[in-house]
T-cell receptor, first 112, second 115 residues
Framework: ETGVTQTPRHLVMGMTNKKSLKCEQH?????MYWYKQSAKKPLELMFV???????ENNSVPSRFSPECPNSSHLFLHLHTLQPEDSALYLC???????????FGSGTRLTVV | AQSVTQLGSHVSVSEGALVLLRCNYS??????LFWYVQYPNQGLQLLLK??????LVKGINGFEAEFKKSETSFHLTKPSAHMSDAAEYFC?????????????FGSGTQLTVLP
């Protein structure tokens, strides 16, 4: 257990479904991140939140919608996904942006 | 801006042999450098990091890395490979200053340990 908990661990969804990924940290960190890890590709930073404000959005399609209600929780809302969105989605947190990341175990998402 | 290049997407070594995973970086300011390990279906776990001070840093599981500014490198080594070291390894860099810091990862190196 790293201190960053992601649920669910595995998710299979249809292209018309709506689902959410959850990330929770109790490390007292002020920054949280979503990364996408696809096979044979580098880790892609999707979103960065610092003190609950979104500070980075790397041209992610609008079918991915993040939410950070407080400094301990981060969600990724998913709707009308495509098969190419199938990947491991990793959440991380850090005391401040860019340093001291702790990663969760990830959610393995399969879009069918 | 910063970037990381990991040379060799796959490395195979025999059990007991030296492990050497290569990482070169580019950074506009002094960097902070990291190595992470990822086991199948798991997140990334920090192996070691360099921020300031001693350029040879020791991490968990017997790994170490040396920051060489003149070569812009941060190669990861372990004297004797163990079967449990088989995993994917990621080098990462962030800037030591600036308001827009983010961690940038290399493409990863898959380490296979042969019996």
């Amino acid at each position: 257990e790293t201190g960053v908990t992601q649920t669910p661990r595995h998710l299979v969804m249809g292209m018309t479904n709506k689902k959410s990924l959850k990330c929770e940290q109790h490390l007292g960190h002020n920054a949280m991140y979503w990364y996408k890890q696809s096979a044979k590709k580098p880790l892609e930073l999707m979103f960065v939140y610092s003190l609950e404000e979104r500070v980075e959005n790397n041209s992610v399609p609008s079918r991915f919608s993040p939410e950070c209600p407080n400094s301990s929780h981060l969600f990724l809302h998913l709707h009308t996904l495509q098969p190419e969105d199938s990947a491991l989605y990793l959440c991380a947190s850090s005391p401040r942006t860019g340093y001291g990341y702790t990663f969760g175990s990830g959610t393995r998402l399969t879009v069918v | 801006a910063q970037s990381v290049t990991q040379l060799g997407s796959h490395v195979s070594v025999s059990e007991g042999a030296l492990v050497l995973l290569r990482c070169n970086y580019s950074s506009s300011v002094p960097p902070y450098l990291f190595w992470y390990v990822q086991y199948p279906n798991q997140g990334l776990q920090l192996l070691l990091k360099y921020t300031t001070g001693a350029t040879l840093v020791k991490g968990i599981n017997g790994f170490e890395a040396e920051f060489k500014k003149s070569e812009t490198s941060f190669h990861l080594t372990k004297p004797s490979a163990h079967m449990s070291d088989a995993a994917e390894y990621f080098c990462a860099v962030t800037l030591s200053s600036g308001s827009a810091r983010q961690l940038t990862f290399g493409s990863g190196t898959q380490l296979t340990v042969l019996p």
